[in-house]
Protein backbone atom coordinates (compact mmCIF):
# COMPACT_ATOMS: atom_id res chain seq x y z
CA UNK A 1 0.00 0.00 0.00
CA UNK A 2 2.62 2.68 0.84
CA UNK A 3 3.90 2.05 -3.03
CA UNK A 4 0.33 3.16 -4.41
CA UNK A 5 0.51 5.96 -1.54
CA UNK A 6 3.68 7.11 -2.87
CA UNK A 7 2.75 7.15 -6.48
CA UNK A 8 -0.29 9.04 -5.33
CA UNK A 9 1.74 11.56 -3.63
CA UNK A 10 4.34 11.71 -7.22
CA UNK A 11 1.24 12.99 -8.88
CA UNK A 12 -0.23 15.44 -6.21
CA UNK A 13 3.72 16.69 -5.59
CA UNK A 14 3.77 17.77 -9.33
CA UNK A 15 0.48 19.55 -9.85
CA UNK A 16 0.11 20.61 -6.54
CA UNK A 17 1.99 24.30 -6.83
CA UNK A 18 1.04 24.46 -10.59
CA UNK A 19 -2.42 24.32 -9.06
CA UNK A 20 -2.51 26.69 -6.32
CA UNK A 21 -0.84 29.33 -8.64
CA UNK A 22 -4.31 28.50 -11.27
CA UNK A 23 -6.58 29.02 -8.05
CA UNK A 24 -4.89 32.08 -7.36
CA UNK A 25 -4.92 33.61 -10.27
CA UNK A 26 -8.83 32.75 -10.86
CA UNK A 27 -9.52 34.34 -7.15
CA UNK A 28 -7.68 37.93 -7.93
CA UNK A 29 -8.79 37.97 -12.11
CA UNK A 30 -12.53 37.28 -10.54
CA UNK A 31 -12.42 39.70 -7.63
CA UNK A 32 -10.50 42.04 -9.68
CA UNK A 33 -13.74 41.99 -12.77
CA UNK A 34 -16.63 42.18 -9.66
CA UNK A 35 -14.97 44.58 -8.10
CA UNK A 36 -14.78 46.80 -11.07
CA UNK A 37 -18.35 45.82 -11.99
CA UNK A 38 -19.33 46.62 -8.71
CA UNK A 39 -17.76 50.34 -8.77
CA UNK A 40 -19.46 50.87 -12.17
CA UNK A 41 -22.46 49.65 -11.48
CA UNK A 42 -22.60 51.84 -8.04
CA UNK A 43 -22.33 54.95 -10.13
CA UNK A 44 -26.05 54.66 -11.44
CA UNK A 45 -29.46 56.13 -9.83
CA UNK A 46 -30.88 53.04 -9.20
CA UNK A 47 -30.17 49.42 -7.75
CA UNK A 48 -27.92 46.88 -10.00
CA UNK A 49 -28.97 43.39 -9.82
CA UNK A 50 -26.36 41.10 -8.63
CA UNK A 51 -27.22 38.98 -11.29
CA UNK A 52 -26.07 41.44 -13.78
CA UNK A 53 -22.88 42.67 -11.75
CA UNK A 54 -22.02 38.57 -12.14
CA UNK A 55 -22.79 38.49 -15.91
CA UNK A 56 -20.76 41.64 -16.32
CA UNK A 57 -17.68 39.97 -14.82
CA UNK A 58 -17.29 37.71 -17.16
CA UNK A 59 -16.77 34.89 -14.38
CA UNK A 60 -17.49 31.98 -16.32
CA UNK A 61 -15.09 32.92 -19.43
CA UNK A 62 -12.27 33.28 -16.36
CA UNK A 63 -13.38 29.61 -15.22
CA UNK A 64 -13.14 28.37 -18.53
CA UNK A 65 -9.69 29.36 -19.04
CA UNK A 66 -8.16 28.59 -15.40
CA UNK A 67 -9.80 24.98 -16.14
CA UNK A 68 -8.41 24.46 -19.65
CA UNK A 69 -5.48 25.63 -17.70
CA UNK A 70 -5.36 22.72 -15.35
CA UNK A 71 -6.30 20.12 -17.71
CA UNK A 72 -3.31 20.98 -19.34
CA UNK A 73 -1.25 20.31 -16.44
CA UNK A 74 -2.37 17.21 -15.63
CA UNK A 75 -2.11 16.22 -18.91
CA UNK A 76 1.13 17.50 -19.15
CA UNK A 77 2.25 15.98 -16.15
CA UNK A 78 0.82 12.47 -17.13
CA UNK A 79 3.28 12.60 -20.28
CA UNK A 80 6.58 12.60 -17.78
CA UNK A 81 6.87 9.29 -17.65
CA UNK A 82 10.58 9.08 -19.49
CA UNK A 83 11.66 11.84 -16.77
CA UNK A 84 12.46 12.29 -13.54
CA UNK A 85 8.47 10.78 -12.42
CA UNK A 86 9.33 7.75 -14.47
CA UNK A 87 12.33 7.10 -13.05
CA UNK A 88 10.69 7.45 -9.84
CA UNK A 89 8.05 5.03 -10.53
CA UNK A 90 10.30 2.31 -12.50
CA UNK A 91 12.09 2.16 -8.58
CA UNK A 92 8.69 1.59 -7.13
CA UNK A 93 7.78 -1.16 -9.27
CA UNK A 94 3.75 -0.92 -9.66
CA UNK A 95 1.57 -1.83 -12.33
CA UNK A 96 1.26 0.65 -15.12
CA UNK A 97 -3.08 -0.16 -14.16
CA UNK A 98 -2.30 0.88 -10.57
CA UNK A 99 -0.71 4.43 -11.78
CA UNK A 100 -3.44 5.17 -13.65
CA UNK A 101 -5.84 4.23 -11.58
CA UNK A 102 -3.81 7.28 -8.92
CA UNK A 103 -3.70 9.85 -11.46
CA UNK A 104 -7.18 8.92 -12.37
CA UNK A 105 -7.45 10.29 -8.27
CA UNK A 106 -4.95 12.96 -8.68
CA UNK A 107 -7.11 14.15 -11.90
CA UNK A 108 -10.57 14.25 -9.69
CA UNK A 109 -9.49 15.81 -6.73
CA UNK A 110 -7.95 18.55 -8.43
CA UNK A 111 -10.87 19.13 -11.11
CA UNK A 112 -13.83 18.32 -7.65
CA UNK A 113 -11.49 21.18 -5.85
CA UNK A 114 -11.30 23.69 -9.04
CA UNK A 115 -14.89 23.57 -8.57
CA UNK A 116 -15.18 24.21 -4.96
CA UNK A 117 -13.03 26.82 -4.88
CA UNK A 118 -15.14 28.68 -7.81
CA UNK A 119 -18.15 28.43 -5.94
CA UNK A 120 -16.62 29.37 -2.48
CA UNK A 121 -14.87 32.57 -4.54
CA UNK A 122 -18.70 33.43 -6.02
CA UNK A 123 -20.26 32.71 -2.54
CA UNK A 124 -17.63 35.40 -1.35
CA UNK A 125 -18.23 38.36 -3.78
CA UNK A 126 -21.91 37.85 -3.67
CA UNK A 127 -21.76 38.60 0.14
CA UNK A 128 -19.27 41.59 -0.78
CA UNK A 129 -22.39 42.62 -2.59
CA UNK A 130 -25.39 41.77 0.35
CA UNK A 131 -22.59 43.66 2.63
CA UNK A 132 -23.55 47.08 0.59
CA UNK A 133 -27.46 45.99 -0.39
CA UNK A 134 -29.05 44.15 2.41
CA UNK A 135 -30.95 41.73 0.30
CA UNK A 136 -31.17 37.88 1.70
CA UNK A 137 -32.76 36.08 -1.45
CA UNK A 138 -30.09 37.37 -3.77
CA UNK A 139 -27.81 35.03 -3.75
CA UNK A 140 -30.17 31.95 -4.04
CA UNK A 141 -32.44 33.95 -6.97
CA UNK A 142 -28.90 34.61 -9.09
CA UNK A 143 -28.16 30.61 -9.14
CA UNK A 144 -31.24 30.74 -10.97
CA UNK A 145 -31.16 33.24 -12.69
CA UNK A 146 -27.54 33.08 -14.04
CA UNK A 147 -26.79 30.03 -16.24
CA UNK A 148 -23.50 29.60 -15.43
CA UNK A 149 -24.00 29.70 -11.91
CA UNK A 150 -26.93 27.50 -11.69
CA UNK A 151 -25.05 24.76 -14.00
CA UNK A 152 -22.13 25.14 -10.94
CA UNK A 153 -24.25 24.76 -8.41
CA UNK A 154 -27.92 23.36 -9.83
CA UNK A 155 -29.60 23.50 -5.90
CA UNK A 156 -32.59 21.04 -6.20
CA UNK A 157 -32.06 20.36 -10.33
CA UNK A 158 -31.26 16.78 -9.72
CA UNK A 159 -30.63 16.16 -13.17
CA UNK A 160 -27.80 18.68 -13.66
CA UNK A 161 -25.99 16.95 -10.21
CA UNK A 162 -25.91 13.91 -12.21
CA UNK A 163 -24.87 15.66 -15.53
CA UNK A 164 -22.06 17.28 -13.03
CA UNK A 165 -20.79 14.19 -11.00
CA UNK A 166 -20.29 12.09 -14.51
CA UNK A 167 -18.94 14.90 -16.14
CA UNK A 168 -15.99 15.44 -13.28
CA UNK A 169 -15.36 11.72 -13.28
CA UNK A 170 -15.24 11.77 -17.34
CA UNK A 171 -12.60 14.51 -17.01
CA UNK A 172 -10.43 12.70 -14.44
CA UNK A 173 -10.36 9.20 -16.63
CA UNK A 174 -10.38 10.53 -20.13
CA UNK A 175 -7.47 13.06 -18.56
CA UNK A 176 -5.60 9.80 -16.60
CA UNK A 177 -5.86 8.11 -20.46
CA UNK A 178 -4.39 11.15 -22.41
CA UNK A 179 -0.64 10.07 -21.59
CA UNK A 180 -0.52 6.45 -22.73
CA UNK A 181 -2.68 7.48 -25.90
CA UNK A 182 0.42 9.89 -26.74
CA UNK A 183 2.81 7.35 -25.81
CA UNK A 184 1.10 4.91 -28.30
CA UNK A 185 0.99 7.46 -31.16
CA UNK A 186 -2.51 7.84 -31.11
CA UNK A 187 -4.58 11.16 -31.06
CA UNK A 188 -6.85 11.30 -27.26
CA UNK A 189 -10.00 11.99 -28.35
CA UNK A 190 -12.22 11.27 -25.68
CA UNK A 191 -10.08 13.77 -23.62
CA UNK A 192 -10.83 16.71 -26.07
CA UNK A 193 -14.64 15.84 -26.15
CA UNK A 194 -14.89 15.76 -22.57
CA UNK A 195 -12.66 18.78 -22.25
CA UNK A 196 -14.69 20.96 -24.77
CA UNK A 197 -17.99 19.95 -23.46
CA UNK A 198 -17.64 21.18 -20.18
CA UNK A 199 -15.91 24.42 -21.08
CA UNK A 200 -18.34 25.29 -24.37
CA UNK A 201 -21.57 24.11 -22.90
CA UNK A 202 -21.37 22.24 -19.70
CA UNK A 203 -21.77 25.64 -17.42
CA UNK A 204 -23.89 27.58 -19.84
CA UNK A 205 -27.75 25.86 -19.41
CA UNK A 206 -30.26 27.87 -17.46
CA UNK A 207 -32.65 25.66 -15.67
CA UNK A 208 -34.33 23.14 -17.25
CA UNK A 209 -32.92 20.99 -20.02
CA UNK A 210 -33.70 17.49 -18.23
CA UNK A 211 -33.29 15.87 -21.81
CA UNK A 212 -30.24 17.21 -22.84
CA UNK A 213 -28.59 16.60 -19.03
CA UNK A 214 -29.28 12.51 -19.39
CA UNK A 215 -28.38 12.89 -23.19
CA UNK A 216 -24.84 14.27 -21.73
CA UNK A 217 -24.51 11.49 -19.13
CA UNK A 218 -25.40 8.91 -21.61
CA UNK A 219 -22.76 10.36 -23.92
CA UNK A 220 -19.76 10.87 -21.12
CA UNK A 221 -20.62 7.20 -20.06
CA UNK A 222 -20.08 5.97 -23.31
CA UNK A 223 -17.14 8.25 -23.99
CA UNK A 224 -15.46 7.22 -20.92
CA UNK A 225 -15.61 3.35 -21.21
CA UNK A 226 -14.64 3.67 -25.17
CA UNK A 227 -11.35 5.62 -23.41
CA UNK A 228 -10.56 2.97 -20.75
CA UNK A 229 -10.60 0.02 -23.18
CA UNK A 230 -8.81 1.66 -26.00
CA UNK A 231 -6.41 2.01 -23.46
CA UNK A 232 -6.68 -1.51 -21.65
CA UNK A 233 -5.03 -3.15 -25.11
CA UNK A 234 -1.82 -0.31 -24.63
CA UNK A 235 -1.00 -1.36 -21.05
CA UNK A 236 -0.32 -4.78 -18.75
CA UNK A 237 0.01 -5.53 -15.40
CA UNK A 238 3.59 -5.29 -15.56
CA UNK A 239 5.77 -3.40 -13.46
CA UNK A 240 8.16 -0.68 -14.91
CA UNK A 241 11.60 -2.32 -15.49
Given at each position: ?30 G ?59 H ?75 L ?7 M ?45 T ?5 A ?14
Amino acid sequence: MKKHLSVLMLFIRSTLYKFLLIILAMAVTEGGLFVLAFRNAKGFDRIVGLDQIIAASHLNIICAVCFLLLCVLLCLTGCELGSKQGYTLSHLRISRRAVIFWQFVNNLGHVFLLLAVQIGIILALCGVYNAQYRQPQSIMLVFYQNDFLHSLLPLTEWSRFVFNVVLIIALAVTMACFPVRIRAGKKPFAAFIVVLNFCIQGFSRGVGGFTHDISAVVLFTVVTFAAIKGIWKEIDDEAFS
